[in-house]
Structure formats: C-alpha cells, structure tokens
T-cell receptor, first 113, second 111 residues
Framework: SAVISQKPSRDICQRGTSLTIQCQVD?????MFWYRQQPGQSLTLIAT?????????ESGFVIDKFPISRPNLTFSTLTVSNMSPEDSSIYLC??????????FGSGTRLTVV | RKEVEQDPGPFNVPEGATVAFNCTYS??????FFWYRQDCRKEPKLLMS???SGNEDGRFTAQLNRASQYISLLIRDSKLSDSATYLC????????????FGKGTTLSVSS
C-alpha cells in the first residue's frame, strides 16, 4: 500500500495563527483527501484535492478556512487558518490505492490555545 | 437514518470470546464497504473490504446484507491485541472516491 509521510505530527498553536500540514505520498495518486477527527469523534471529510484544480470542499468546510494546495501528484498541503480552540483536532490525509483501499497518513494532532 | 451508524459500545470481553459489531448505512446504492481499525492516537488502518455478501480473513468475518443495509464484523477467539476502535466505512459517492465513517465501536479485550 502507499506510504504517506505527514508532518508535523503534532503542534500547539496560538489562536489567530495558521498552520500548514504537509502530506507526501511515495507514488503518484489522482486524488488526495483531507479528514478531521475531533476529540472522541470519528473522521469527517474536509475536502478532496485533485492536482491542477481547486479542491472540492464538503458541507461545513470552506476554502478560506482550510486552503489546500496540490502542486503535483505526490504532494498536498492543508492550512488551518485563523485558528481557534475549536480547531483542536487530528487532521489526516488519505489516498486511495485500488485494491489496497484507502491509506492514511499518521495524522497531525493540533492543539490551539 | 444517519449515513453510517454503528453499535455505540464499548464492548468489554475476555480473551477467547467471540464478539460482533453491527453497522447500518443509508445509501442503498453503496457497492463497497470497509472495516477499519484505529488504535489509540493512531491513524485508521484497513481491516477488511466487503464487496459482495461477505469476506473472511482468519478470525475476522464481515457480512453484508444489502436488503437491510447492514454490515457486521465478527471477531472470533479475541486476543488482547484486538483492543481498538473499529470503524464502519462506506464510500460517499458512486465513484467511491471519499468515505463516510461511522463513529466507531470500541473493543476492550481483557485477560
């Protein structure tokens, strides 16, 4: 299955600042997905990132708050902008690799203080 | 009906027990289903995929009932290492390009 390198693994940030999370995949993939997992909850899809086009955001998520870049087929970033304590969560990137299903990065544990 | 709904748990069972988790889904057009395992403070990892009536892999059996829109996961001869949260996952669209996760069922196996 695909190997995904996600960083940072964790961060503690001041409210009002922004954090950019990076995901690097060891092979080319068409789509990359960004999820959020709030404390005690399951995963919620934030957006789908295709190379060369704007990301597609799910209901409740907007580009101004979660801008995404997808400069090539192996890399994507998610920025959490103007953070508030409610953004404290685990953020995960994911790719789909055929019969291997969906593989996830190790996650970024964000705490906003 | 919620898109993906699971037994709330937690399930606390002794080693060697057989335990079953249930999951219902709302999208009758869904063609594939997944069970993921998530250990504490780790990312989810694929446990089983279900494309037809069911799938079996060692101690784990997944069954699908399309008429009732119901998926189950059966774990036989539970091990301590099976302790984790089990997530029922259904693609959100026909292309299967993104996933909807259930809230998960927590299993704790004790000696």
């Amino acid at each position: 299955s695909a190997v995904i390198s996600q960083k940072p693994s964790r961060d503690i940030c001041q409210r009002g600042t922004s954090l950019t999370i990076q995901c690097q995949v060891d092979s080319q993939v068409t789509m990359m997905f960004w999820y959020r997992q709030q404390p005690g909850q399951s995963l919620t899809l934030i957006a789908t990132a295709n190379q060369g086009s704007e990301a597609t955001y799910e209901s409740g998520f907007v580009i101004d708050k979660f801008p995404i870049s997808r400069p090539n087929l192996t890399f994507s970033t998610l920025t959490v902008s103007n953070m508030s304590p409610e953004d404290s969560s685990i953020y995960l990137c994911s790719v789909h690799r055929g019969n291997y299903g969906y593989t996830f990065g190790s996650g970024t544990r964000l705490t906003v203080v | 009906r919620k898109e993906v709904e699971q037994d709330p748990g937690p399930f606390n069972v002794p080693e060697g027990a057989t335990v079953a988790f249930n999951c219902t889904y709302s999208n009758s057009a869904s063609q594939s289903f997944f069970w993921y395992r998530q250990d504490c403070r780790k990312e989810p990892k694929l446990l089983m995929s279900v494309y037809s009536s069911g799938n079996e892999d060692g101690r784990f059996t997944a069954q699908l009932n399309r008429a009732s829109q119901y998926i189950s996961l059966l774990i036989r001869d539970s091990k301590l290492s099976d302790s984790a949260t089990y997530l029922c996952v259904v693609p959100s669209n026909q292309a299967g390009t993104a996933l909807i996760f259930g809230k998960g069922t927590t299993l704790s196996v004790s000696s």
